[in-house]
């Protein structure tokens, strides 16, 4: 008997399936940000329910499935007409139904995703369904549904805007006479020994695989995986002609320049430093110097007026301020969890970010862009707001141009590959020292700040997030002074 995520695991990789059945404990536990999206997941199927009320729902027992099949077995024949998580175990396969309603006299299907549209894996996922139900009931049609992230949420949360509707029931009927035969295969496989299958692109497709701790524990730290912007099959070809360090890539193998100074700086373990790049990006800047970042947190149900499923909602920033005279100084916004963090936002950075001096941001575009974001939803700082990009300067530029490459970059520019690798033993400018120590962590722990009771708790969860935006501004300041001293 296959569950359907376990028939759904075994069509992207047989091994997945067979390591699931045969060898669990290999399995890699979900990391925060996995374990973000399935309550996400969750929190989303219960609000769909209210597009079909008055259902009852089937309580998920991992101890009892038969018991599940039995209760919903029961609810039909009591002629309920509205089931959620309705289970079936049929045709080998134990499925369960988001939403089932009846109509006329036979069945229609809701699955509900927290995507905002409909993906390839989701009509797989569908058909195994439609194998499954339909040698029990007498199914309709069979439909996504999604959130709507072009809804923008004024006053109450309109579900029937919130969610897209969309019937699939013709995609999923083409797919469903292949089921039985993959089925079979994955049968026999579980029978057999351990699959013999490579790594490859399947690893992370639709899924990234929880057994890549396993499967890929022969990859080294530095390897062809980390040459820079090199499309993934390219990588694996390498990688399947047993090219897998730096030293292994023969001096014939097309590189582009980036990747050829990460093979030889790895090799000579020295940084490449160019002062004229560095010079020339140093020419365009202005005093003061304004270091700035955002943080921002998505939410798929809006919470606020003027929010969208997913919009990028920027709630909390660092500013360090260089004066030409060498003064450093500190400002930042951390906006309050229970209210929409923008409109005190957007009044305290016009006033903080001043009038004329470069904006320096690392990897400018993602700040560019909420700045412009945040001009379309406050009209009445438009102006004011949109002055502030053509201040903007981007301190990854030198690095991406070669001005300073060090070899334990290992092809990665972001702020959290240059810092250590510039600063390897300065306890001041070191994340792990933080309890909050990337900006997906941020993300996830301001999203869910709100649901805190407990205050003193709610603070120090707040004075984490100030240390961890504030390093990443003090980090470009360090950066910046050592590219000059370098220069
Ligand atoms: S890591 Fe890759 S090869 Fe290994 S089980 Fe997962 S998908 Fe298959």
Redesign the pocket.
Known sequence: MLSKSQFIRGL?????LW?LKHRPELRDQPDAAQQALFDTGHTVGDLACQLFPGGIEIEFDTQNFDGMVEQTRQLIADGVEVIYEAAFKQNGIFAMADILVKNGDGWDVYEVKASTGVKDYHLKDAAVQWYSLSEVLTLGRIHIVHVNNQYLRQGELDIQRLFTIEDITEDVLTLVEDVHEYQAGMEAMLKADEPQ????S??DDPHS????S???RDVPDVSVFNLYRMNSAKKFDLYHRGIVQYADIPPTESLSPVQRIQVETASTRQPLIQPHIIQDFMADLVYPLYFFDFETFMEAIPRFDGQKPYMQMPFQYSLHILHESGELEHKEYLGDEHSDPRPGLVVQMLNDLGEQGSIIAFNQSFEISRIRELAKQFPQHADALEALISRFKDLIVPFRNLGYYHPDFNGSFSIKSVLPAMFPNDPELDYKQLEIQNGGMAMDTFANLHRLKDPNQRDSIRQALLAYCRLDTLAMVRIYQSLKQVS
Do not use: A, N, V
């Open positions: 992207q990789c047989h091994k997945s390591l299958m490579l790594i490859g399947h690893c695989c929880d057994f890549k396993h499967c890929w």
